[in-house]
């Protein structure tokens, strides 16, 4: 028997686990996104969150299913809240789902309407857009434009954000892949030029991180890539959020100078269907007897007959509800893989994600087991090598340590596991 095919034993037998705990799912491209811009879509229901995870902590419904909808610190208490639009009347609420504390009639009901701290106030205000020209105001009421400029192209996508960090946010322009930054309102040329993410991609723009400075985030479906820079390279953040069907808005909307996510949907009017409490309950039995990701669990309902729609409804409702927390489940299911058989930390992270972890998800949870000592990464590369030299103790040294740094362990562990063993 060679290596390969015993390392084939071991991952199969781990994959046999899997089948028993977890299943996975593919989610679908979704509508429009907040970025400076009208939000879009429609519903009066939101479902706001402070902090990078799956569960809003921020639930109300506000205005009608058919208003048109900002977001903004109107007041600059540092918080983010929303505004109605109907027509050309604007109703600013600077508390969340709270009345309105200043209504303005603004511009033409025709006209395209951005959001920004234009002059560094810390108070969000209007810019109309007319093509390729932008009328820039500096407060909440009517009146004449503070600032009149031609940006871009009139078909041109365009987004808001402080790009510098100098408290001032200015446009940029997307073209496709490729985004076309400016740090001041005038026209001329772009202050940086960068390609990022497909073409395809929806975009949100906030301060992710607290720098100060707005990046980017790609979202894919219901899972949103945030990066902390306005360049290439791998998300600082992946996380699972809301539904596919949503649509996202960002904000700051504890004050706590980081952006975090939001959904807008339409509410619903007489709680769930007779289906979708079907649903919900077989969702709470597959959470008692085992662990799963947002998309196993969503699988796990649909391969037993659920309707896709239902299955997302109960899988969602009950994390909008605190009866599910996807790291928690991570762990849980980190920790059955390990009462198993030994693993790499790259191998237990593969399986995590295999599963339908985010890497978020996969990561709080190897985070947790190193942090809290319940994991030795070297000790599970001695048991691993335990495992195949019991099973047939004619490897070589060599051979065994190529197969454990196959499966992810460094190679000053493999080579103490092969020491441990005497090889």
Request: net charge negative; glycine share 12%; proline share 1%.
């Amino acid at each position: 028997m060679g290596t390969v095919k015993r390392g084939a034993v071991r991952a199969w037998g781990a994959l046999l686990a899997t089948a028993a705990v977890v299943g996975t799912g593919m989610a679908v491209q979704a509508p429009a996104l907040a970025d400076g811009r009208e939000v879009g879509g429609s519903g009066s229901a939101y479902f706001l969150n402070d902090s990078w995870s799956s569960t809003a902590n921020h639930d109300f419904n506000y205005g009608k299913t058919s208003d048109r909808v900002y977001s903004g610190d109107w007041n600059g208490d540092g918080k983010d809240s929303l505004a109605v639009r109907r027509g050309q009347t604007y109703y600013f609420s600077n508390s969340l789902g709270g009345s309105a504390s200043t209504v303005v009639n603004y511009g033409k009901a025709s006209d395209t309407v951005l959001v920004g701290d234009w002059n560094g106030d810390g108070k969000d205000t209007l810019a109309v857009r007319r093509g390729q020209t932008y009328y820039v105001t500096n407060s909440l009421s009517g009146g004449k434009a503070s600032n009149v400029f031609n940006y871009g192209r009139a078909g041109d996508t365009v987004l808001v954000g402080d790009w510098n960090g100098d408290g001032k946010d200015t446009l940029a322009v997307r073209r496709g892949q490729t985004y076309y930054f400016s740090n001041s309102l005038t026209g001329g040329k772009a202050s940086s030029v960068i390609n990022y993410g497909k073409a395809s991609d929806k975009v949100l723009v906030g301060d992710w991180n607290a720098d100060a400075k707005d990046t980017l985030a790609v979202r894919r479906g219901n899972i949103y890539y945030i990066s902390n820079r306005l360049s290439g390279g791998a998300a600082a953040i992946v996380q699972a959020y809301g539904r596919a069907t949503d649509t996202t808005l960002a904000g700051d909307w504890n004050g706590d100078r980081k952006d975090t996510l939001g959904v807008r949907r339409v509410a619903e009017a007489s709680g769930p269907t007779a289906a979708q409490r079907t649903a919900i309950a077989a969702a709470r039995d597959y959470l008692a007897d085992g662990y799963y990701s947002r998309s196993g669990l969503i699988s796990e309902l649909e391969y037993a007959g659920t309707k896709a729609a239902d299955a997302e409804y109960a899988v969602d409702h009950l994390a909008s509800k605190g009866e599910v927390d996807w790291d928690e489940q991570a762990l849980e299911t980190a920790y059955f893989y390990l009462e198993g058989m030994a693993f790499s930390r790259d191998m237990l992270r593969d399986f995590l994600r295999q599963d339908g972890f985010t890497v978020s998800q996969a990561e709080s949870a190897l985070t947790y087991l190193e942090d809290s000592g319940e994991i030795d990464w070297r000790e599970e590369a001695v048991a691993a090598a335990h495992e195949y030299y019991d099973e047939d103790p004619s490897w070589t040294r060599d051979e065994l340590v190529a197969q454990l740094v196959d499966e992810g362990f460094p190679v000053d562990d493999a080579n103490y596991a092969a020491d441990q063993l005497g090889l």
